[in-house]
């Protein structure tokens, strides 16, 4: 449950125009589409996947870290991963054990033939997007697991786009078609006080001294 009596407290501090500003973000939010990123070398390229599920409205990104360790670039991200929530796993078996057991169907990207092309793809239940990367791809255990496979069409001679182009695509295209859609795809109230909490303690300088205040007198 929500501590509503923090919340109230600690909105006093923040300007209403960030609180309407929180509101109108979390309104977009969903959970129906989430992404993860299975151990990319390039920290940046895994900061800029972060950054466009925060631009497109995706709240949850899970980083399957076993070979590389924690890479994410602050500065790629632009403070993206304030807004995102951002799960950490040490393989990918972990992670769509995780995934299956909330209800989500894994969806490996994939330039290989007997992938489904973009435009063709129907989102008719909650989908976790797999990214790998542009030399290697995702790994044969996502490849073989996956409930489907889903590939960007392209016409060039190039086979496949960096993981960050790709992302971007697929999650403007999804999340768009998604929102039009008659899916319920919004946060549920409850997981928007939980972020509007938390987004509220991330916007506040000198908030473990606040928070330290408002327990001793509450």
Same mark, same amino acid.
């Given at each position: 449950?929500?501590?509503?009596?923090?919340?109230?407290? +600690?909105?006093?501090?923040?300007?209403?125009?960030?609180?309407? !500003?929180?509101?109108? @973000?979390?309104?977009?939010?969903?959970?129906?589409?989430?992404?993860?990123?299975?151990? /990319?070398?390039?920290?940046? =390229?895994?900061?800029? /996947?972060?950054?466009?599920?925060?631009?497109?409205?995706?709240?949850?990104?899970?980083?399957?870290?076993?070979?590389?360790?924690? !890479?994410?670039?602050?500065?790629?991200?632009?403070?993206?991963? *304030?807004?995102?929530?951002? *799960?950490?796993?040490?393989?990918?078996?972990?992670?769509?054990?995780?995934?299956?057991?909330?209800?989500?169907? @894994?969806?490996?990207?994939?330039?290989?033939?007997?992938?489904?092309? +973009?435009?063709?793809?129907?989102?008719?239940?909650?989908?976790?997007?797999?990214?790998?990367?542009?030399?290697?791809?995702?790994?044969? $255990?996502?490849?073989? =697991?996956?409930?489907?496979?889903?590939?960007?069409?392209? /016409?060039?001679?190039?086979?496949?786009?960096?993981?960050? /182009?790709?992302?971007?695509? @697929?999650?403007?295209?999804?999340?768009?078609?998604?929102?039009?859609?008659?899916?319920?795809?919004?946060?549920?109230?409850?997981?928007?006080?939980?972020?509007?909490?938390?987004?509220?303690?991330?916007?506040?300088?000198?908030?473990?001294?606040? +928070?330290? !205040?408002? $327990?001793?007198? =509450?």
């Amino acid at each position: 449950m929500i501590d509503m009596k923090l919340l109230a407290y +600690l909105e006093e501090i923040i300007s209403e125009k960030r609180k309407e !500003r929180f509101t109108e @973000i979390l309104n977009e939010r969903t959970d129906y589409i989430t992404v993860a990123v299975e151990d /990319v070398f390039q920290m940046h =390229n895994t900061s800029a /996947v972060v950054r466009s599920c925060e631009s497109f409205g995706v709240q949850t990104a899970h980083l399957i870290e076993g070979k590389y360790g924690q !890479r994410l670039d602050e500065e790629i991200a632009m403070g993206a991963q *304030k807004w995102v929530d951002i *799960k950490r796993y040490k393989d990918s078996k972990a992670v769509i054990d995780s995934l299956r057991g909330q209800g989500y169907k @894994i969806v490996a990207t994939s330039p290989h033939a007997d992938s489904s092309l +973009l435009q063709n793809f129907e989102i008719n239940s909650k989908t976790a997007l797999f990214f790998g990367t542009e030399n290697k791809g995702l790994s044969d $255990y996502v490849l073989e =697991n996956a409930d489907s496979h889903l590939k960007i069409p392209m /016409v060039g001679f190039t086979e496949s786009l960096n993981i960050s /182009v790709s992302a971007a695509i @697929i999650l403007q295209h999804l999340t768009t078609k998604l929102k039009a859609s008659d899916i319920d795809w919004r946060l549920t109230e409850e997981e928007k006080l939980e972020r509007r909490l938390d987004w509220t303690k991330k916007s506040i300088k000198s908030i473990d001294d606040i +928070l330290e !205040r408002y $327990y001793t007198y =509450n």
